[in-house]
């Protein structure tokens, strides 16, 4: 991958983060499961692929990098409605009679490569 493709790729992924979409847990909880379903359809590939770029056995591929990464996406299914949910936090006395919350959202978008 050129670095023009790289940065096309972050400028598309900018581009779609600015339409605020990623900001419905449904949305975000569509995703996980389609990345979890892409894991498990790909599994012996990335078992195979782990074995041959760092020696891992099946097993221990599935163990340290496949179920890791399942069990953490059903991790997340599990509390992301909850994570998301807007909290009540104690209001300044300056600013009584207010009520103050916090209201996670995502923050942008990131580039990971390995």
Not at 31 to 50: D, G, T, V, Y
Not at 62 to 77: K, Q, S, T
Not at 101 to 110: A, D, I, L
């Amino acid at each position: 991958m050129t670095d023009i493709e790289i940065i096309q790729i972050i400028q598309n992924q900018r581009a779609f983060f600015r339409t605020r979409r990623t900001f419905d847990v449904s949305y975000r909880i569509e995703m996980l499961k389609k990345l979890q379903r892409a894991i498990r359809l790909h599994e012996k590939e990335i078992c195979e692929a782990l074995r041959q770029d760092v020696g891992k056995s099946a097993y221990e591929g599935y163990m340290c990098e496949v179920g890791m990464a399942l069990g953490e996406l059903r991790y997340m299914l599990r509390h992301i409605r909850r994570w998301a949910r807007p909290h009540r936090v104690s209001t300044h006395l300056g600013n009584f009679p207010s009520r103050s919350k916090v209201v996670e959202e995502p923050f942008g978008t990131v580039l990971i490569m390995s």
